[in-house]
């Protein structure tokens, strides 16, 4: 039986050795086995927490969704301008933090985009991810914006941000996030400067 409080503690070392088999050998070769190893457990052990290997990267893509919420919502708590443009740089930035540029989290995003378009619970969790980034732009570029354009000017800004993390994601680099950010914020000036015409 195991021990009281070990559940999340397990959870998370499972999800972590999950993160690292990936990143090490792609999700098709980070078997049940191979992650178990690295996370020194038996495979029993995964079947308990997940059920199988789809439950386990489910898992694994809640908690890098969490990380995403939790470094946007940090950079906007801090925020001294309470103005869109402020909002929306730090929505931009959390999108490019540390913990979803990192050679890990990099992969097994794009593994997961790639067993989203097979997989219900996955593909269930890719649609809450692209709302809730489209609707927060949306938000904040509605304070600047007549609706369409705030529309338009959000549908474009998720593109840039998707499109210039997947170009890191698959260029082999480390990723830049300096240029990322610039361009993201270059787009977002433009579609700014429009409420002011």
């Not at 067993?115 to 996955?122: G, I």
Request: aromatic residues 6%; positive net charge; contains cysteine.
């Amino acid at each position: 039986m195991p021990k009281v409080g070990m559940q999340p503690i397990r959870r998370s070392q499972l999800i972590q050795a999950t993160l690292e088999a990936v990143d090490q050998v792609g999700l098709g070769d980070a078997s049940i086995a191979y992650i178990a190893r690295i996370a020194g457990v038996s495979n029993g052990i995964i079947s308990h927490y997940f059920q199988d290997k789809n439950g386990l990267l489910e898992a694994t893509m809640r908690h890098l969704m969490s990380d995403l919420s939790t470094g946007v919502r940090q950079r906007r708590a801090g925020l001294r301008d309470d103005g869109p443009r402020a909002h929306l740089r730090a929505i931009v930035e959390g999108n490019f933090d540390d913990s979803q540029v990192s050679g890990p989290a990099m992969k097994t995003w794009l593994a997961f985009w790639a067993a989203s378009m097979h997989q219900p619970s996955l593909r269930r969790l890719q649609r809450i991810n692209d709302h809730r980034l489209y609707s927060n732009l949306c938000c904040e570029l509605r304070r600047a914006l007549p609706l369409e354009q705030a529309r338009s000017a959000a549908r474009g800004l998720a593109a840039l941000i998707d499109g210039l993390w997947l170009r890191g994601a698959l260029s082999g680099d480390g990723f830049n996030t300096e240029q990322a950010l610039q361009i993201a914020y270059d787009y977002l000036d433009q579609q700014l400067a429009k409420a002011q015409a």
